[in-house]
């Protein structure tokens, strides 16, 4: 029986909201040892925000970490797939979107976890769909 992305994802996810400063942001990012967090505006999920996010959008920008609010260095929409859905359909939509990271939602919407390939590959015997994954991630 093929596995499931439930089987595999981060369940605890850190949410970043869009008001708050990329300092705080990556001081959550630090103390949760975590490169990326969604983005959720009252309960709505609106984006990503990881740390090349901070570094490219507002650090290398020069805008002030204190200062500078999430939503104006996150990245707008989320890339997405079910609980139930397989690790070869979420390697695939990695590979096809160029993503390494995934939010997971259960069949009301709502955020239950997070996928990454370095899930894929410490979670799955098969390394078919996982180096799928790496190898469609990394062209571009």
């Known amino acids: ?18 008001k708050m400063s990329l300092k705080e942001c990556a001081n959550a990012m630090r103390e949760d040892d975590i490169g990326m967090m969604p983005v959720s505006d009252d309960g709505r999920l609106v984006g990503t925000i990881t740390d090349r996010d901070i570094t490219l959008n507002g650090t290398a920008k020069g805008l002030d970490p204190n200062n500078t609010k ?23 939509v990695m590979a096809d979107r160029q993503v390494r990271r995934l939010a997971v939602l259960n069949a009301q919407k709502e955020l239950v976890g997070m996928v990454a390939t370095a899930d894929l590959a410490t979670h799955v015997r098969s390394s078919g769909p996982v180096d ?8 571009g």
């Open 1 to 18: 029986m093929a596995t499931r992305i439930k089987e595999v994802m981060t369940k605890n996810v850190r949410l970043a909201d869009p």
């Open 132 to 139: 799928e994954a790496i190898r469609g991630v990394s062209q």
């Open 70 to 92: 999430v939503a104006q260095a996150m990245t707008e929409g989320v890339e997405y797939v079910f609980d139930e859905d397989t690790v070869d359909e979420a390697a695939r």
